[in-house]
């Protein structure tokens, strides 16, 4: 079965303490790994799309990553304004075209 | 340009009432999805559609759940006989279909609560 795993679930940080959350997968091909960004009350926003093994983001203080097995979201000298939740999701073959399989996401505080 | 936008934002209804929540997708995105996201967990795939082809059903968790839409343009999701563990944000998503990615824009969401 397709699955998505994100740790932690919740992460406190000061602000300017780098950090980084996880995401791992287990999936029959992979065709793209997504990270969203969703504030309380909104929709999930758009960050970075990675679709192969070694490849790497980068937005402002955000930095993403991809192996075989897992993403990481690396988040250097973070601000008060990074608190979110952060939701990691794939796209699958086989499966419905397009559909994301997500995970349940890591809460980031970030504390002044 | 405009977002994904979804009416009502805020849906409190008691058992057993039926329920009808709209989604407009970004102009010219020609897929469109529904989401349903319980407190506490991930997104959960609905229903997904493409132009017009066939809806793909294979995420609606019960007969009670369905969704139309008529070409590139609105679409309604209807809950039947809501129960209580139908409640949630039910998100929508749009995307159009040229290009290499699969970039799902999200609206707010509709925040249902069944009494």
């Known amino acids: 079965e397709d699955q998505v795993t994100q740790s932690p679930e919740a992460l406190r940080l000061q602000e300017g303490e780098s950090s980084s959350l996880n995401c791992s997968y287990t999936?029959?091909?992979?065709?793209?790994l997504f990270w969203y960004r969703q504030d309380p009350g909104k929709g999930p926003e758009f960050l970075f799309t990675?679709?192969?093994a070694g490849e790497e983001k980068e937005k402002e203080r955000l930095k993403a990553t991809l192996t075989k097995k897992e993403s990481f979201l690396h988040i250097t000298a973070p601000k008060p304004e990074d608190s979110a939740t952060y939701l990691c999701?794939?796209?699958?073959?086989?499966?419905?075209?397009?559909?994301?399989?997500f995970g349940k996401g890591t809460k980031l505080s970030v504390k002044p | 340009g405009a977002g994904v936008s979804q009416s009502p934002s805020n849906k409190v209804t008691e058992k057993g009432k039926d329920v009808e929540l709209r989604c407009d997708p970004i102009?010219?995105?020609?897929?469109l999805y529904w989401y349903r996201q319980r407190l506490g967990q991930g997104l959960e795939f609905l229903i997904y559609?493409?132009?017009?082809?066939?809806?793909?059903k294979s995420g609606l968790p019960s007969d009670r759940f369905s969704a139309e839409r008529t070409g590139e343009s609105v679409s309604t999701l209807t809950i039947q006989r809501t129960q209580q563990e139908d409640s949630a944000v039910y998100l929508c998503?749009?995307?159009?279909?040229?290009?290499?990615?699969?970039?799902?824009?999200f609206g707010p969401g509709t925040r249902l609560t069944v009494l």
């Open positions: 559609f493409q132009g017009n082809s066939a809806p793909d």
């Open positions: 999701a794939v796209q699958v073959g086989g499966g419905s075209q397009g559909n994301l399989i």
């Open positions: 999936v029959s091909g992979l065709r793209g």
């Open positions: 102009s010219g995105h020609t897929a």
């Open positions: 998503a749009s995307r159009p279909t040229s290009g290499k990615y699969n970039e799902q824009f």
């Open positions: 990675l679709y192969s």
